[in-house]
Nanobody, 121 residues
Framework: QVQLVESGGGLVQAGGSLKLSCAASGRIFSLGWFRQVPGKEREFLAT????????YYADSAKGRFTISRDNAKNTVYLQMNSLKPEDTAVYYC?????????????????WGQGTQVTVSS
């Protein structure tokens, strides 16, 4: 059974940085990050394959967010720079047993509990 535990969220001023971590256990190949604000659908941000050789970003994340993983630690990271108030959301880690990293929520079968990120103006 896959378990995912996110950490690293918090309150940061606009222009600041945060690094989210997601500790994973179980049968996992691809990993991804999504976010959600109340009343809206969960939004794709970034995804990474098992080897780390394939990475996709949403347009909203390109240039500011970086996804990476450490397979020795079974952990995936999301480095977020130049944060904006509109980045305020609950951020979720997701895992898939597919080698091919998906950019859709339908491509992931396991989810973490989420971590709140709040960016103040």
């Amino acid at each position: 059974q896959v378990q995912l535990v996110e950490s690293g969220g918090g309150l940061v001023q606009a222009g600041g940085s945060l690094k989210l971590s997601c500790a994973a256990s179980g049968r996992i190949f691809s990993l991804g990050w999504f976010r959600q604000v109340p009343g809206k659908e969960r939004e794709f941000l970034a995804t990474i394959s098992w080897s780390g050789s394939t990475i996709y970003y949403a347009d909203s994340a390109k240039g500011r967010f970086t996804i990476s993983r450490d397979n020795a630690k079974n952990t995936v990271y999301l480095q977020m720079n130049s944060l904006k108030p509109e980045d305020t959301a609950v951020y979720y880690c997701a895992a898939s047993d597919s080698f091919y990293p998906s950019t859709s929520t339908r491509g992931f079968g396991s989810w973490g509990q989420g971590t709140q990120v709040t960016v103040s103006s």
